[in-house]
């Protein structure tokens, strides 16, 4: 398994950039017990990811398909914006791509536009080739008495595909992983979760008011997002 953190660090410049980021690097490296690289920029940052997710794509279609899971949120979103590049410029194909969305929000109307998958939509899979029925996400406007057998089947659609190949995360301010809010267990697998104060707030942006906000969140859990083979988190 490769989990990596990657962090952008605005600089001016100085003469001693260079061995600042390294140190950092190795710093974050000891104490973190995960490898996490520094980049001068979020683009060159993204790009990079995209790359090795790109490299991945290219790999598994020669045999099988590709399983991802995605966030929406403004983390990924430079990420996405070259992969879209890779696709129109370079020839890079989803067709043979499974993605799942890590969250939804919860309780949403049937035809709210401000879902997550909407903005993973908006960001990423309108403008590429990948086929719609690789394409998974919770339900958010589901009956409350269903949630709990809902979230047993979402999970066992994952492992109907084995792992994910990747799992691209944001970090919330939080610390959570997608919608994993401090105290989630290890062993955490999808289910329906209460937002913290500081993420329903953060959300509300989206939403135009905190009044607006959606309580809570069907999410994927730690152990899900764990098993992927490479986990990217940003």
């Known amino acids: ?64 398909a590709s399983a991802i899971g995605t ?4 983390s990924p979103s430079h990420v996405y914006t070259e992969l879209i ?24 109307a049937p035809d709210a536009i401000n879902s997550n ?24 406007s589901i009956a409350k008495d269903t949630i709990f057998e809902y979230c047993r089947l979402y ?9 994910f190949d990747i799992a691209l995360l944001g970090i919330g301010r939080v610390g959570n992983i997608a919608f994993n809010e401090p105290g989630s267990r290890l062993n955490s697998t999808t289910r329906l979760i209460l ?11 989206i939403f135009g008011t905190i009044e607006n906000t959606p309580i809570s969140s069907i999410t994927m859990g730690v152990s899900t997002i764990l098993g992927a083979k490479k986990v990217y988190l940003l």
């Open 1 to 64: 398994k490769q989990i990596l953190v990657l962090k952008s660090v605005s600089t001016g410049s100085p003469p001693d950039t260079t061995d600042r980021r390294m140190h950092l690097k190795n710093h974050l490296d000891k104490t973190r017990k995960i490898p996490t690289d520094i980049y001068e920029s979020v683009e060159e940052g993204a790009n990079y990811i995209a790359r090795e997710i790109a490299q991945t794509i290219r790999e598994k279609q020669k045999q099988d």
């Open 155 to 163: 999970e066992q659609r994952i492992e109907s595909f084995g792992v």
């Open 85 to 108: 590049r890779m696709h129109k410029e370079e020839g890079l194909s989803f067709r043979n791509v499974i993605v799942f969305n890590m969250y939804e929000y919860y309780p949403l």
């Open 195 to 205: 937002l913290d104060n500081a993420s329903r707030n953060e959300a509300s942006k």
């Open 71 to 74: 966030p929406g949120g403004d």
């Open 117 to 140: 998958f909407n903005a993973l939509k908006s960001m990423l899979l309108d403008h590429i080739d990948i086929d719609k029925q690789n394409i998974f996400t919770p339900d958010g």
